[in-house]
């Protein structure tokens, strides 16, 4: 059986005026939508808080909301996006000194936990890890800002994380973020990547729906050898 691999558009992308007519012209193309919270202080720019995230969570209350903290100090905002109804909750391995904690906390509220690195970190940090997440996010930019080129050997991280993710039996799923489009998701699904989190080459498209069917199109023909 071909493994299904997701799309999540990263609002980061949307029209910041009118978010909700980004996401509809979505269709019901999308699998999840994905949120990069920032503070200006982990990464170089600053952009929504929990209130956005309960604000979709009310519009569109059957989405899955995929919400990555690229912050300094998550553990002191954790139950504030807790309340806001995430799906999945995913916090940086570079900045949080108790994460085992930090995730526990996320999963006793019922949500989904997650970890992300950057290009620059190593995967090794992630093994104590493993037992204890739902979702790694593997970051193909360094984080701040969208439209930057794919980091390419970040793609051996992901084939390590899937030999990991045999050899212990786990089920976490695997996404990547940064430099996302066209001409490289299907060979990123190929290295087992399971969610691919794109921005401006979904809403920077003319027809963004199209955009999406087509880059699910180059993903199967990726995953199947066609």
Same mark, same amino acid.
């Given at each position: 059986?071909?493994?299904? @691999? +997701?799309?999540?558009? /990263? ?7 009118? #978010?909700?007519?980004?996401?509809? /012209? ?16 982990? &990464? ?22 995929? @919400?990555?903290?690229? #912050?300094?100090?998550? /553990? ?16 940086? &391995?570079? #900045?949080?000194?108790? #994460?085992?904690?930090?995730? =526990?906390?996320?999963?006793?509220? =019922?949500? %989904? ?17 493993? $037992? ?5 996010? &593997?970051?193909?930019?360094? $984080? ?7 980091? !390419? $050997? @970040?793609?051996? %991280? ?14 976490? +799923?695997?996404?990547?973020? =940064? ?34 069917? !087509?880059? %699910?199109?180059? @993903? %199967?023909?990726?995953?199947? =050898?066609?």
């Amino acid at each position: 059986m071909t493994r299904k @691999v +997701l799309l999540a558009p /990263s609002l980061l992308s949307a029209d910041l005026l009118h #978010v909700s007519r980004s996401i509809e /012209s979505l269709g019901d193309q999308y699998d999840w939508l994905h949120v990069d919270v920032m503070d200006g202080r982990f &990464v170089p720019n600053i952009t929504f808080g929990p209130a956005f995230v309960a604000a979709l969570r009310k519009g569109y209350p059957g989405a899955f909301l995929d @919400v990555h903290l690229m #912050v300094e100090e998550p /553990s002191g905002i954790l139950d504030a996006f807790l309340d806001a109804g995430p799906d999945i909750l995913t916090v940086h &391995v570079e #900045v949080e000194h108790h #994460v085992h904690r930090t995730l =526990g906390r996320i999963r006793e509220r =019922g949500v %989904k936990a997650g970890i992300s690195l950057n290009p620059g970190t190593s995967e090794e940090l992630l093994r104590p890890l493993l $037992p204890f997440i739902d979702h790694i996010l &593997v970051m193909s930019v360094n $984080p701040g800002f969208g439209g930057q080129s794919f980091i !390419e $050997p @970040v793609l051996e %991280k992901t084939r390590q994380l899937c030999r990991w993710r045999t050899a212990g039996n786990h089920s976490w +799923l695997i996404a990547m973020d =940064g430099g996302l489009g066209l001409e490289n998701a299907g060979r990123i699904a190929r290295a087992g990547c399971d969610v691919l989190v794109m921005g401006s080459a979904i809403f920077g498209a003319l027809d963004p729906a199209e955009r999406v069917q !087509e880059i %699910k199109r180059r @993903v %199967k023909e990726a995953m199947t =050898g066609a």
